[in-house]
Nanobody, 124 residues
Framework: QVQLVESGGGLVQAGGSLRLSCAAS????????IGWHRQAPGKQRELVAA??????????NYAGSVKGRFAISSDNAKNTVYLQMDNLKPEDTAIYYC???????????????WGQGTQITVSS
């Protein structure tokens, strides 16, 4: 069993930056991929960034809507994944969730463990 705790959300003006954190505990050895999803009222859930781990390397992927503005990274010693968000836009307003899974496909489908979510509001 994996538990995830998110932090770093809040209110920011357009053009500003925030960094989200997702701290994992429990059966962390089973985690091989982590994603950040977001959901706004009346819209479908969107996977905005993901990181997958191998024995020696990690790889990242981004949705086109955030590519070039968001960056996902990990600090494995702290069992924590970050989402650095720069040049924020009002359309980025949503609840952001982290998701940890055994493989990248499970992150895409939403299987695995979820955090409680954190609200990001971007004002114009």
């Amino acid at each position: 069993q994996v538990q995830l705790v998110e932090s770093g959300g809040g209110l920011v003006q357009a053009g500003g930056s925030l960094r989200l954190s997702c701290a994992a505990s429990g059966s962390t050895a089973s985690i091989h991929a982590i994603g950040w999803h977001r959901q706004a009222p009346g819209k479908q859930r969107e996977l905005v960034a993901a990181i997958a781990f191998t024995n020696t390397n990690s790889s990242t992927n981004y949705a086109g809507s955030v590519k070039g503005r968001f960056a996902i990274s990990s600090d494995n010693a702290k069992n924590t994944v970050y989402l650095q968000m720069d040049n924020l836009k009002p359309e980025d307003t949503a609840i952001y969730y982290c998701n940890a899974a055994r493989d990248p496909l499970a992150v895409v489908t939403g299987a695995g463990s979820w955090g409680q979510g954190t609200q990001i509001t971007v004002s114009s």
